[in-house]
């Protein structure tokens, strides 16, 4: 027999797991922020006495074939990582929200056009496109951001417009509309308060993969140029000396996997939340 | 269903239209003057003149639309230009490379799913089981390690620490195996939590229970209704996975140096061999619609409702 739990439990565990996994999140971008203050020693200083040291007191990440020190470089990479990331499905987000919304609420010739040039990107594979953009504008954080963006924002419109389509005939819309209020006020004041949630939920479970797709891109030697530190770079620079110092390519990889880990647990969490919630 | 592939075929020349533009557009987003560039990849001394009569050769002088039509016709007879580099025909080159790549994706796709549905069902059908909580952390797991990282850690494994496989993947087939493995994990894992998902919903619905409640046997009720219930799911997420693949594989092959097409492709951009990037994205990028409006009809086949809706 299964347990029968109740759903106010499942809603109190689905919140808690939320708080700690946010919790935690919130520190990564804290450490990220002050990883100027955190680092021992500065992450681009070389020095050809200290080159590939094994972790020490001093090198506690060791240091790299350039002799900078990998902890430093890590904590610099968190800042690079978690900012694009940042920037990017915070753009996208923006664009593909207020697109898809437009296309809801409005329908008609609107919807017919935006939802063809949505199909459009949808249609094409996101990294190929993105490879190829990123290596003809010559490499380059910006670049590598315009390469993902160019197909990333697609999915947020069609969610936004799904949503706008499924509050868009409730009542207090219709009632806004009698009251005299302009379109723009009904999906500001109304359909935006209503979809926020989910739409914003959907954002938080792309954040993984979006840090998946730049330090893919910067793994390429596409995405940040160097000597600026990010951890896909970081891991594609020391692989050619691995078996000299492994630990220059295991930080950063350790730091890559646990910061996606958790931003995808953290886009779960939210989702098993929204998952309880609606069931009430 | 005839009208139904015939709707699907034509609303594929547009997308087919907007690819090819998109991708002759590419060429013209690089910075700098192509004639130069073609001229610098050779290792041509530039002067004023010759940039000129390169131009001329190449037909910059005509105006862009101009240019896209010829190259489109170009296309459509097989015809992608000739690399900045050697001279020889785009078309070829990638052709070269397709073969090795689709070796590489084939197999790496078929591994995943030959692991991930027998996994998937028997999560779904054990729900929060030990197994069920076992592979939901596998899977979670490796849908969040990025594929670069998993086939430098192999490499550092396999291939430097225990040396049991070559660091270059050769033509042989244990040189295949670590690459099918890089691609394979993360693609294995999204496709358990997709597919698991996928299964639960239909064992949730109140046909199963009615079918259940009429004392067919569970395992009939399983293999002949549920699991045929979400095939159709499936292979549209296996589908969509192909877009994935595509971009793993340059990441893939450029690290084991497999000379498929992704690698070609990674070279080119080194190179600024930009017809051979150009090509390589349109040639990807039909490969996706089709592989897509395959996937939808085999959906439509299999559930005949969806083409009344649609």
């Known amino acids: 027999m299964k347990k029968v739990i109740s759903n106010k439990i499942i809603r109190k565990r689905a919140r808690r797991r939320v708080y700690v996994i946010g919790a935690l999140c ?5 450490i990220a922020i002050f990883a100027k203050q955190l680092s021992p020693h500065d992450p681009n200083v070389t ?8 972790p020490s007191k001093e090198y506690p990440f060791g240091t790299d074939s350039y002799g900078r020190c990998v902890l430093s470089r890590v904590l610099a990479g968190a800042g690079t990582t978690i900012f694009a990331t940042t920037v990017l499905v915070a753009v996208t987000f923006v664009i593909g929200t207020v697109l898809g919304i437009i296309s809801g609420y409005y329908g008609g010739l609107a919807d017919t056009l935006i939802m063809r040039v949505t199909e459009l990107f949808l249609a094409f594979p996101q990294m190929v496109v993105a490879i190829a953009v990123a290596g003809i504008l010559g490499g380059g954080l910006k670049a590598a951001l315009i390469a993902l963006g160019v197909t990333a924002w697609t999915g947020y419109a069609k969610i936004a417009r799904s949503h706008t389509l499924s509050v868009k005939n409730e009542n207090y819309i219709a009632a806004a509309k009698l009251a005299g209020l302009r379109g723009w006020q009904i999906i500001c004041f109304h359909i935006l308060p209503n979809t926020l949630f989910p739409l914003v939920t959907n954002a938080l479970t792309q954040i993984g993969t979006t840090m998946i797709g730049i330090s893919g891109l910067s793994f390429l030697g596409l995405g940040v140029i160097p000597p600026q530190a990010e ?10 000396y691995i078996q000299l110092a492994p630990w220059a390519v295991l930080y950063p990889a350790l730091a890559t996997v646990i910061t996606i880990m958790l931003f995808n647990y953290l886009g779960d969490a939210v989702m098993d ?5 609606r069931r009430n | 269903m005839k009208k139904y592939v015939i709707k699907r075929l034509i609303s594929l020349i547009p997308l087919l239209l907007i690819l090819s533009f998109f991708s002759f557009l590419l060429l013209d987003m690089a910075p700098g003057d192509p004639a130069e560039k073609k001229l610098a990849a050779q290792g041509v001394a530039v002067t004023k003149e010759v940039i000129e009569a ?16 010829a190259w489109l016709f170009g296309a459509l007879r097989g015809d992608l230009g000739v690399s900045y580099k050697d001279g020889f025909p785009v078309m070829g080159k ?3 490379g397709l073969g090795k790549t689709c070796q590489l994706a084939v197999s790496s796709l078929v591994l995943s799913l030959l692991v991930s549905i027998p996994v998937s069902v028997i999560c779904a059908v054990r729900q929060d089981s030990l197994f069920d909580n076992v592979f939901r952390i596998l899977s979670f797991a490796g849908n969040s390690v990025p594929n670069f990282l998993i086939s430098v850690l192999l490499m550092f494994v396999f291939c430097i620490r225990m040396k049991i496989f070559p660091v270059i993947a050769g033509d042989s087939f244990s040189g295949l195996f670590l690459p099918v493995i890089s691609l394979a994990i993360p693609m294995t894992g999204r496709f358990i939590r997709q ?13 199963v229970t009615g079918i259940r409640a009429r004392g067919v ?7 002949r209704n549920v699991l045929y219930n979400a095939l159709g799911h499936m292979i549209t997420i296996a589908g969509l996975s192909i877009g994935t693949l595509m971009g793993g594989s340059v990441v893939i092959e450029t690290i084991f140096r497999w000379s498929g097409i992704g690698k070609l492709v990674m070279d080119s951009i080194t190179a600024r061999d930009y017809p051979v990037v150009q090509g390589f994205v349109l040639i990807m990028g039909v490969m996706y619609l089709v592989i897509g409006l395959v996937t939808d009809l085999i959906f439509v086949t299999l559930d005949p409702r969806t083409e009344i809706t649609s």
């Open chain 1, 273 to 277: 939340l929204r998952k309880a919630e």
């Open chain 1, 231 to 240: 951890w896909g770079s970081m891991i594609n620079e020391s692989r050619a």
């Open chain 2, 94 to 96: 990638l052709m070269d």
């Open chain 2, 54 to 69: 390169e131009r001329i050769r190449m037909g910059l002088d005509r105006p862009f639309l101009t240019r896209y039509f």
């Open chain 1, 47 to 54: 020095s050809a006495l200290l080159i590939r040291r094994p």
């Open chain 2, 217 to 223: 046997r569970e395992t009939v009720v399983l293999f």
């Open chain 2, 195 to 207: 597919f698991r998902a996928e299964i639960i919903s239909q064992l949730e619905q109140d046909f």
């Open chain 1, 26 to 30: 919130v520190l990564l971008v804290l």
